[in-house]
């Protein structure tokens, strides 16, 4: 008689271990769909990182150029040749020794 509950036991065990086995295996299976999701949208991540980056660069060698436009412009700003060309233009000064034509109306 003392077999009868012996083999209940193991059976009971058995299902036990049975359980705990697909359990654990859906835990970890389940971790590892979470963890390739995550990595995924980790992934999507990083390549829009990769492209506003490049854009950022574009940006700051755009501005760049822009700077040294202004500096040069800011340069000639302060020449002789700037100041006589404005006072011609918009002044209409002229200089001693310059004939002024006015064409005929």
Excluded: C, F, H, W
């Amino acid at each position: 008689m003392s077999e009868q509950p012996r083999k209940k036991r193991r059976s009971a065990n058995r299902l036990n271990n049975r359980i705990a086995i697909i359990t654990v295996t859906s835990v970890v299976v389940s971790m590892a769909l979470v963890v390739n999701l995550r990595v995924s949208s980790l992934k999507k991540k990083a390549e829009e990182y990769r492209e506003k980056e490049q854009s950022l660069v574009e940006q700051v060698t755009s501005e760049q150029d822009r700077s040294k436009t202004l500096e040069q412009n800011r340069i000639y700003v302060q020449t002789k040749q700037y100041i006589e060309k404005i006072a011609k233009e918009k002044l209409g000064l002229v200089d001693p020794d310059e004939i002024l034509l006015k064409p005929e109306e």
